[in-house]
């Protein structure tokens, strides 16, 4: 059942579309985002990548991604797509400690600011979880791609995150995200649902394919771990769960705790299963 209404004093940069980005910008989440690649994150895509493609990334965050798709399509252009200046700052930063050429444009995905026909690649990870309408924002991803194009999108599914060992505190960890998600205008179980939202708005051919993120050895562990025992006591969603009263600030400090057991636990396994669609037509 998802949770109650969005506080107005909930944390987080809000969309034009009313939706509140559920994980903020602290530094711990910033953490996260930074160390993503096009090989970790989008490998499903990369084959179908040539010199010369014009690519739109929308929801481009800290650009991580963004500049390694930069480098696979040049001398092709990028676009980067963000909603609010905050995050297009982080991704014009990484542009250019990184050299590449990416076009920056603050706009709003469910209405993107950009001409019919412009892109041979739309792509976007871990956008539609947190977007109000993901079906409306694929269709103008369907609508700025050109003729022959793909759009190309990957979603986690918070409900088949499996870990070990089965700590209590975990599992009300994930039941208080993905409350705090729902109560943002997300969904934060896109995954499974991207097939169904791609036929939605309107695409003829959806190729559906998965793929995992895996923490299961010490390094793994620890930067996980330690990246959200920091997260669920500092980060926007620690505002909301105690402004809300869903969590006491004791809980979340025992949640903290139980990550970091988990980190420290030789037998410990994380899975994040992710779905991920090429659409066409």
């Given at each position: 059942?998802?949770?109650?209404?969005?506080?107005?004093?909930?944390?987080?940069?809000?969309?034009p579309?009313?939706?509140v980005y559920t994980h903020g910008h602290h530094?711990?989440?910033?953490?996260?985002?930074?160390?993503?690649?096009?090989?970790?994150?989008?490998?499903?895509?990369?084959?179908?990548?040539r010199a010369g493609m014009d690519l739109l990334d929308a929801g481009s965050g800290p650009g991580t991604i963004t500049a390694d798709l930069a480098e696979a399509v040049a001398p092709g252009t990028v676009t980067a797509v963000e909603a609010t200046d905050q995050a297009m700052e982080l991704t014009r930063r990484t542009a250019a400690e990184r050299d590449v050429n990416v076009r920056c444009v603050v706009t709003d995905v469910h209405r993107l600011d950009l001409p019919d026909d412009s892109f041979d690649v739309v792509h976007a990870h871990q956008v539609l979880q947190h977007v109000g309408d993901p079906v409306q924002a694929l269709r103008e991803m369907r609508r700025v791609c050109r003729p022959g194009?793909?759009?190309?999108?990957?979603?986690?599914?918070?409900?088949?995150?499996?870990?070990?060992?089965?700590?209590?505190?975990?599992?009300?960890?994930?039941?208080?995200?993905?409350r705090?998600?729902?109560?943002?205008?997300?969904?934060?179980?896109?995954?499974?649902r991207l097939p169904a939202w791609?036929?939605?708005?309107?695409?003829?051919?959806?190729?559906?394919?998965s793929s995992t993120w895996c923490f299961a050895d010490a390094p793994s562990r620890a930067w996980w771990g330690g990246m959200w025992a920091e997260r669920i006591l500092h980060s926007a969603i620690a505002a909301q769960l105690t402004?809300?009263?869903w969590a006491t600030r004791a809980e979340l400090e025992a949640i903290s705790a139980a990550w970091l057991r988990w980190t420290e636990s030789p037998d410990g396994v994380l899975v994040?299963?992710?779905?991920?669609?090429?659409?066409?037509?």
């Open positions: 059942m998802r949770g109650g209404p969005v506080s107005p004093d909930s944390p987080g940069p809000r969309t579309e009313g939706t530094e711990s989440v910033l953490r996260s985002h930074n160390v993503r690649t096009a090989a970790d994150s989008a490998a499903y895509l990369l084959p179908h990548l194009g793909v759009v190309a999108v990957r979603d986690a599914d918070y409900a088949g995150f499996t870990w070990f060992p089965q700590i209590p505190e975990l599992d009300r960890w994930l039941e208080l995200y993905r705090a998600a729902w109560a943002n205008g997300g969904e934060p179980d896109a995954g499974r791609e036929r939605a708005a309107g695409f003829a051919e959806v190729e559906v394919s402004d809300t009263g994040i299963p992710h779905v991920e669609v090429l659409a066409r037509g």
